[in-house]
């Protein structure tokens, strides 16, 4: 399975916002819930939301109210709009293919894209 194609990252200061894309093909994007996850230096990667693919949604609890995510089926795309960036949310952002019912990943890792909040 080809890895999704994350984008969209980039230097922000705190309190702004970004919207991260996550591109997959069809035939996978369609059936699958999607999910995006974050790995900051020196941590563990962990679940930051994810998608359904009928577009029920889930949040980790530290993003909730600032984060949201969304999916785009005429251009097979999840987005994950981010708001009131903090610091913490510093971190190399990926998407993966989710187990929806456990918020973990299945697929292939991608290359990521650097999302950096700092003044």
């Known amino acids: 399975q080809e890895p999704l194609v994350e984008s969209g990252g980039g230097l922000v200061q705190p309190g702004g916002s970004l919207r991260l894309s996550c591109a997959a093909s069809?035939?996978?994007?369609?059936?699958?819930?999607i999910g995006w996850y974050r790995q900051a230096p020196g941590k563990q990667r962990e679940e930051v939301a994810g998608i359904s693919p009928g577009g029920t949604t889930h949040y980790t609890d530290s993003v909730k109210g600032r984060f949201t995510i969304s999916r785009d089926n005429a251009k097979n795309t999840v987005h994950l709009q981010m708001n009131s960036l903090k610091p913490d949310d510093t971190a190399v952002y990926y998407c993966?293919?989710?187990?929806?019912?456990?918020?973990?990943?299945?697929?292939?890792w991608g290359q990521g894209t650097q999302v950096t909040v700092s003044s």
């Open positions: 069809r035939s996978i994007f369609s059936v699958n819930a």
């Open positions: 993966n293919l989710q187990d929806f019912s456990l918020g973990t990943p299945f697929g292939s």
